[in-house]
């Protein structure tokens, strides 16, 4: 971490966050390798926090009732939003689903064993949006299994390092929830919430996926308090496969992953820092998402 120790930089943060001459913002007087050490050091942290208060896997269950359902809810389908839902998931799971050839423009920037990271490089009013996409591969769970572990808010403390607090505003329908949540501030950024409706879906024959997107609501006005509102779009997205006259089981099937990304984070940070800190923590994110979910389907019978 170049020439700051950890406990100084701890007691840098602390004093920096109360001094005034330590400006957040484009015009902030840190540089931008501080400020990379800093996030870095803050994420760190945080996942050490993580490791510390996951529950051992052998005393959760996973309830069938609460896997993502093989139809789409009809109380979704009678909700305000839903027009919006199935438009954005239909379209979100088609580009996870697409290559990363050709013309689209996606450029490799990170890759470990079956993992391959890519990124659009994008600024909206001098804010870094880069869209990211992920591939990967994981065997031994479903694409059931993997979508129902990232939607259902029972495990998402688990596995989501950088959650504060999470509120559901509202619960549309058994595959479709309205989130408020969060996020730990990492100074010298500064804190961010999220507004975003989430939608769990079978998009065809052993293949699901869940859509996150920004939404609105009027009890949850954005860039009113302590926290910056950042804007989302995220799509996992997973199809599962094994070998043609064989009963899916742990040993056989292979699960395809695609996880796409688009972050508006709604303030200003270091267009390099952050670009730097998503090839850092999205691999270090998939990896750890996955693994949590293969040791919690360790020992239960397979959902296909």
């Not at 929830?177 to 975003?196: E, M, N, Y």
């Not at 065809?204 to 860039?223: I, K, L, R």
């Amino acid at each position: 971490m170049n020439d700051l120790s950890y406990w100084t930089l701890l007691n840098y943060t602390q004093l920096g966050a109360r001094n005034e001459s330590v400006k957040e913002g484009p015009h902030s007087t840190l540089p931008d390798d501080e400020f990379y050490d800093a996030v870095e050091t803050g994420f760190d942290k945080m996942e050490e926090e993580r490791c510390a208060r996951v529950v051992p896997p052998s005393v959760h269950t996973r309830d069938q009732v609460e896997l993502p359902p093989p139809v789409i809810d009809n109380r979704l389908t009678l909700h305000p939003l839903w027009p919006e839902i199935d438009r954005i998931s239909t379209e979100q799971i088609q580009a996870a689903f697409e290559g990363v050839g050709g013309e689209i423009g996606w450029q490799l920037f990170a890759e470990e064993g079956d993992m391959r990271m890519y990124r659009r490089e994008m600024e909206v009013d001098g804010m870094v949006t880069d869209p990211l996409k992920a591939m990967h591969k994981v065997r031994g769970v479903t694409a059931r299994e993997m979508c129902h572990y990232f939607f259902n808010p029972r495990y998402r403390y688990e596995w989501e390092t950088t959650l504060e607090t999470m509120t559901i505003v509202e619960e549309i329908s058994s595959d479709a929830l309205v989130f408020h949540q969060t996020f730990k501030r990492i100074w010298p950024a500064s804190q961010r919430d999220a507004l975003f409706w989430s939608h769990v879906r079978q998009s065809s024959e052993n293949a699901y996926a869940t859509t996150n997107h920004s939404t609105t609501n009027v009890e949850y006005p954005a860039n009113t308090g302590a926290c910056i509102r950042l804007f989302v779009t995220v799509c996992l997205a997973c199809r599962t496969t094994y070998p043609a006259g064989e009963q899916p089981t742990r040993d056989n099937v292979t699960t395809s992953i695609a996880y796409c990304s688009t972050v508006n984070p709604g303030g200003w940070a270091p267009a390099g820092v952050l670009r730097a800190v998503y090839k850092r923590e999205y691999p270090k994110f998939l990896k750890r998402f996955t693994s949590y979910v293969v040791e919690q389907c360790k020992g239960k019978p397979i959902a296909i």
